[in-house]
């Protein structure tokens, strides 16, 4: 009887093993296949935003210089001059690629959003801005953009 008890234990505990493991092996593969896409789809986003921003940010350094060099009193027409156009149409993406890659009820992603349209707003208004001041926005678009990009970098690194 005893002998008995322990085969029927036995080829019981065997059975739920068998049936237990492939389950469990797919459970597990399909938790790491997640983890795996997105660590990969952040580090992407994270790739575009760094590209978006430097580009902003170059165009917005090189717009501003020719508003500043412009003569006093004249305005810079745009419509004229095709190079200075296609530097406009790009800062325009650049920006609204930035605004819709960012999350503003986070408080860096609102940091960034906000350094971004004021500078924005500064390059593209009647008056003349200063290229300290745009310089000094730059810089501070700079910074806001490190803080996102690390935050992010450490949530890839974690595997959140």
């Given at each position: 009887?005893?002998?008995?008890?322990?085969?029927?234990?036995?080829?019981?505990?065997?059975?739920?093993?068998?049936?237990?493991?492939?389950?469990?092996?797919?459970?597990?593969?399909?938790?790491?296949?997640?983890?795996?896409?997105?660590?990969?789809?952040?580090?992407?986003?994270?790739?575009?935003?760094?590209?978006?921003?430097?580009?902003?940010?170059?165009?917005?350094?090189?717009?501003?210089?020719?508003?500043?060099?412009?003569?006093?009193?004249?305005s810079v027409?745009?419509?004229?001059?095709?190079?200075?156009?296609?530097?406009?149409e790009r800062?325009?993406?650049?920006?609204n690629k930035?605004?819709?890659?960012?999350?503003?009820?986070?408080?860096?992603?609102?940091?960034?959003?906000?350094?971004?349209?004021?500078?924005?707003?500064?390059?593209?208004?009647?008056?003349?801005?200063?290229?300290?001041?745009?310089?000094?926005?730059?810089?501070?678009?700079?910074?806001?953009?490190?803080?996102?990009?690390?935050?992010?970098?450490?949530?890839?690194?974690?595997?959140?």
């Open positions: 009887m005893y002998a008995l008890t322990v085969a029927f234990i036995s080829a019981s505990t065997t059975l739920i093993a068998s049936i237990a493991a492939p389950i469990v092996s797919l459970l597990v593969a399909r938790q790491q296949i997640r983890a795996s896409v997105i660590s990969n789809n952040r580090e992407r986003w994270v790739e575009a935003l760094r590209d978006c921003a430097a580009e902003y940010v170059g165009l917005l350094l090189s717009l501003a210089l020719v508003k500043q060099t412009s003569a006093p009193g004249q027409t745009i419509g004229t001059d095709s190079a200075l156009l296609q530097a406009a800062l325009v993406l650049a920006k930035i605004m819709l890659m960012l999350n503003p009820s986070k408080t860096s992603h609102a940091e960034l959003h906000d350094a971004v349209e004021a500078s924005y707003l500064a390059l593209v208004s009647d008056e003349s801005p200063s290229l300290t001041k745009l310089r000094a926005d730059a810089e501070t678009i700079t910074h806001a953009a490190r803080a996102v990009l690390r935050a992010e970098w450490e949530r890839v690194k974690r595997g959140d």
